[in-house]
């Protein structure tokens, strides 16, 4: 284990957070609250010790994959156990577990929160709370890469283990160009949505936050009622944003290289669109009688689709009152979450299709024993290491999720409640159902079970196995110094 390597990263990832932190005390600054002291006075802490630890250099600047996956897992730890300092220390959120909960539900993307009265936050706090969507939106060690002094081998290990979906590949030769072009990507649409919402009629930090909410598919919004007071210009606007950043950003580095026959080729993206108007539309029908015109239904259908599939988790409307059959769709698109490479939590659009055409292969070699059966993806032969990922992922995401639901039920919640908080918080979506709905929080539940819903907001935005490994005892020993080999003389003396 590259233990100075790890330690060299930490810094760099505390570093960066301090300079984040700054953010929300310019915020503090513009609209003369002295919540702001506190987050300069973090965010001075995190600089600090982050240029401490970084004086030494690491003697290597190679390491492998149980390194890699570590170092991820521990900056995600760091930055939310740093993140939750101001919530804390300016008294908004009394309770560090609570403060604890809302930054790391922050950083996942998940949106879930444990606040009753959101309009109650100031300025620097509601920003600090939706900047932390943008940041863990598309990974904080997918920013840093960068800048960090790694071989490419080394670099590709934490892009493995931070970003989402079953494979991750190299847009260019170079780890590093990649990042930049990802988040070159990300600010881009980043700006097009401040500048869209900015000309419906929002304010600078309304469109900032929002858009943080949205590009970053968090959900965390600046009124109790969520987007349901915005114009509908407003809804449209955030919709289809929604449905971009749940897209992989691959398809747009192929539009942006001129090659839009291969982005729309896409397999996941196409089966992803599919599910997305089905949805709608089925949904629409079943709650049409709710309201004046059939366009208000599809409206409100589309935009809670997007919400959920993308694991927003915005809403517009509580559809916790919608017919049962609805919002059995909703939590079956919990399940199955955005596209691989994007924003988006879930199990993701490409490991379902995978499995499919894994079982249907199954059944057609049981049928024809003698046929070659091999699982193509995109136009592509399918390796058996990645459908043996993919199987190892869904029984790794079952057990985790039956474990978590065991666990809060002791708080004696009923169990659509139960069941829905473990899928929002794994699925990185935001709300549930029943008394986690729309309308509701998770500030009932006690500490232990929001620990495990921390936990599980962790695990589903790390892809499971990078926390994991966290716990494997044999990662952590030192190794073993070999006794150096003497030549020993065998000739006497004369």
């Known amino acids: 284990m590259n233990y100075s390597m790890i330690r060299y990263i930490l810094s760099c990832v505390l570093s960066f957070e301090g300079v984040f932190l700054t953010l929300p005390a310019i915020t503090a600054g513009i609209y003369g609250e002295e919540q702001g002291l506190i987050y300069l006075g973090v965010a001075a802490g995190c600089i600090i010790l982050g240029t401490i630890g970084r004086i030494k250099k690491p003697k290597s600047n190679v390491f492998y994959s149980k390194e890699g996956f570590a170092a991820v897992s521990l900056s995600w730890i760091v930055i939310s156990l740093v993140g939750a300092l101001p919530f804390f220390l300016t008294g908004e959120i009394p309770s560090y577990e609570d403060a604890l909960f809302e930054t790391i539900s922050g950083f996942t993307t998940t949106g879930s929160s444990i606040l009753s009265d959101v309009e109650a936050l100031s300025h620097c706090t509601l920003f600090w709370r939706s900047f932390t969507h943008w940041i863990g939106g598309m990974g904080v060690l997918v920013f840093v890469m960068a800048v960090l002094p790694l071989s490419g081998s080394s670099n590709m290990h934490l892009m493995r283990a931070e970003s989402p979906g079953p494979s991750v590949g190299k847009l260019v030769p170079k780890v590093k160009r990649t990042a930049m072009i990802l988040y070159g990507i990300y600010v881009g649409i ?45 809804q449209i606007i955030i919709t289809i944003f929604m449905l971009i950043c749940s897209v992989n950003f691959n398809v747009y580095y192929l539009i942006l290289i001129r090659k839009p026959k291969e982005a729309a080729l896409n397999e996941e993206m196409r089966c992803f669109l599919i599910i997305v108007f089905i949805s709608a539309i089925m949904i629409t029908f079943n709650i049409r009688d709710s309201f004046s015109n059939i366009f208000e239904a599809f409206h409100t259908a589309l935009f809670q689709v997007a919400s959920i599939i993308s694991t927003t988790g915005y809403v517009t409307a509580d559809f916790n009152l919608w017919p049962e059959f609805s919002k059995t769709i909703l ?100 709300p549930g159902l029943n008394g986690v709905g729309p309308v509701s929080n998770f500030g009932d539940y006690s500490v232990l079970s929001k620990i495990i819903l921390m936990f599980d907001m962790l695990v589903g935005r790390l892809e499971i196995f990078p926390l994991l490994i966290l716990f494997t005892p044999g990662i952590w020993k030192l190794p073993v110094r070999k006794p150096d080999r003497k030549i020993i003389n065998l000739k006497s003396k004369e």
Not at 194 to 209: C, D, K, Q, R
Not at 214 to 220: A, R
């Open 190 to 234: 980043t700006l097009v949505e401040i500048v869209a919402l900015f000309i419906a009629g929002l304010n600078l930090f309304e469109s900032m936050t929002l858009t943080f909410g949205t590009v970053g598919t968090g959900g965390f919004a600046l009124l109790n009622s969520s987007i349901g007071s915005y114009s509908l210009a407003v």
């Open 331 to 430: 939590v079956l698109l919990m399940f199955v979450g955005a596209c691989a490479g994007s924003t988006g939590g879930g199990l993701k659009v490409s490991r379902l299709v995978i499995v499919v055409k894994a079982i249907k292969n199954e059944i057609m070699s049981i049928t024809h024993p003698r046929s070659v059966q091999k699982v193509q993806f995109n136009g592509r032969k399918i390796s058996k290491d990645i459908v043996r990922r993919v199987l190892c992922y869904l029984g790794a995401y079952v057990i985790i999720a039956l474990v978590s639901i065991l666990i809060i039920s002791i708080d004696g919640k009923d169990m659509t409640t139960n069941v829905t908080a473990v899928m929002a918080t794994f699925n990185n979506i935001g």
